[in-house]
């Protein structure tokens, strides 16, 4: 059972974004880039504070790892990760802006086609290899996603725009699989910090003065932010970026569940038709690993 515990991380960090909309749907008053200005920022802050009282030990053997590089491989780790901050800021402005603005049953189906993006571009770029199963998964899942786009064609527009900056986000990060993973985080949390900070006194509204919006903020930076990317991070460091990709199905089918049980939006047969399958294509996608994990615990 070696791996089962990068699979625990993953569904851990999944299951945890699943429940999402409900801390973020109690600050649908502010606007999207006001919540993710203090998000990013909080998250830097808290990171780096952590880093520099606890953690600097381990960036010194990190950097003294990164300067033995030759010039080439530096330059590409450089390259990536500041195009991780980019995909991983993409990302989060549009989930708050769809989530809050649009339906949280779409934010749901972006996590339904990233899936799919992930695990095609690990099998072309990470040549990752995928069994006739799991091409078969792949399928059922991209069913699922085309019964989905029939009841609505826009929320699948925002949905694709949001999982595909999350698909990308992941395949970039098996560049830094020899880096301690709490400093990568911490280096795009900067970096993406950095990257808000020019548009933050034009595009930000008036300081919050609402107890409630801190306290949904920070708890949105360490418990939805901080926390699950890096059990994300871990889990793809034991187990292939696809696996990691086809688990992160957890996330949507637990929001679509809330999105009815909770926000009372309105779910069509088709729909529950279409999350069934995708369910049924996780299941099919981890078989083998499912009953091997079954067959170790029962020895």
Sequence with gaps: MKNLKYYLAAIFAFATWGTFSLVLRPLHAYASLDILFYRVFSCAI??????????????????????????????KIIGLNILSSILLT????????????????????????CPIITT???????????????????????????????????????????????????ITQSVNSKFDKFLILNFHMILAALILLPFF????????????????????????????????????????????????NINPIIAFILA???????????????YSIIFLAVVVFNAKEIFRLQKEAAV
Excluded at 56 to 64: G, I, Q, V, Y
Excluded at 201 to 223: N, Q, R
């Design 201 to 248: 006194p034009t595009y930000s509204g008036p300081v919050p003065t609402d107890f409630k919006f801190y306290l949904y903020v920070e708890i949105i930076a360490v418990m939805y932010t901080i926390v699950p990317l890096l059990l994300n991070l871990y889990a793809m460091s034991g187990i292939a970026s696809s696996k990691v990709g086809m688990i992160l």
């Design 90 to 113: 993409a990302n989060w402005f549009s989930f708050i802006y769809v989530m809050n603005h649009v339906s949280v049953r779409a934010t749901s189906v972006a996590y339904l086609v």
């Design 120 to 170: 095609i571009l690990a099998f072309f770029i990470l040549r990752e290899k995928l069994t006739r199963l799991q091409w078969l998964s792949v399928f059922l899942s991209g069913v699922g996603c085309v019964l989905l786009s029939y009841s609505n064609l826009l929320d699948m527009l925002y949905s694709s725009i949001i999982g595909s900056t999350y698909a990308c986000y992941l």
């Design 260 to 274: 009815g049980a909770v926000y009372h939006e309105a779910l069509q047969e088709m729909q529950i038709v279409a």
């Design 46 to 75: 808290i990171m780096t504070l952590v880093t520099i009282l606890f953690r600097r030990l381990k960036l010194k053997d990190n950097l003294k790892y990164f300067k033995d590089l030759d010039k080439k491989n530096k330059q």
